[in-house]
């Protein structure tokens, strides 16, 4: 087993490598900078020599592979620079943000298991009856809304008609993440439930279900005994999917409900051309989605004895 995490570790780092030097350079080929940028919403007239000066300040007059360098440089020391914008230690800003984040992901993740496969099993097990055709379609309609709209409409409902609800972030933090939850929630629980049905479907038509049913053994014996524990990998997949593209992808509902995480961080960097902000935003991405996937692909080698034949034989 740890040769096989070793092994897969050294596979991910030239994809670290990759995805930080590929967005580095496409923010350089996007073009303008912070400088510009501040200098041009400053409201009155600015010199070039000025401009050019500041920039020399952030070292963003150097060649694009020279500041790629330094910034990899620094990374790999633990210094993620400092904002062009706020001035401030980018790694104690990104921390700072960063538990409003894994707060919203994880009660997502929750609120997600609990509604996908209770949901996705009486699907499957209900097949083609009233129960299993009124799932499929709130499952299809929930899966069908983007985020933004799912935002607005909860919003709609429970903010402003029922009044339940603040509209955006208060200072109740627990109030306050009913709403980014239940959106986020929605279109996951809507199309894992799809996941779940199928996968266990398809483990309930097997022969071993048709034997334990001849041999008198109970449905909810079956089902959470024998069929749940074939499913498990593709739960386990739905699961590091959801927490990857959480952690790295809640942006537009923090900022529809300006939830103070690292994700409505990245846009404001983004439209103020902090540079250092966004980086550091992309190189966290790719370290979840990477960390996941390698636990991901440990939960496979311990749960599917064929993966481990297969790394042996490899």
Known sequence: MIKYVFKRLLQLIPVLFGITFLSFAMMRLAGGDAVTYMYENAGTAVSQDIIDKAKAEYGLDQPFIV????WLKGMLKGDMGESYVSHKDVFETFKSKLPATLLLTLSSIVLTVLIAIPLGIISAVKHNKWIDYLIRFFSFIGNS?????????????FSIRLNWLPVITSENKAVSLILPTLTLALAMASKYTRQVRATVL????????????ARGVRGKIIIWKSVMKSSMLTIVTLLALSIGSLLGGTTIVENIFMWDGVG??????????????????????????????????IIYHYLDPRVRLGGNEA
């Open 67 to 70: 500041q790629y360098a330094n």
């Open 145 to 157: 809304m983007p985020n933004f709209l799912a935002a607005l409409v909860l919003m709609y409902i």
């Open 202 to 213: 398809d483990e309930l038509n097997k022969d071993y279900v048709a034997g334990a049913r």
């Open 264 to 297: 409505k961080m990245a846009v404001d960097a983004i439209n103020m051309r902090d540079y250092p902000i966004i980086q550091a935003y992309v190189a966290w991405m790719a370290v979840i989605y990477v960390i996941v996937n390698l636990i991901t692909d």
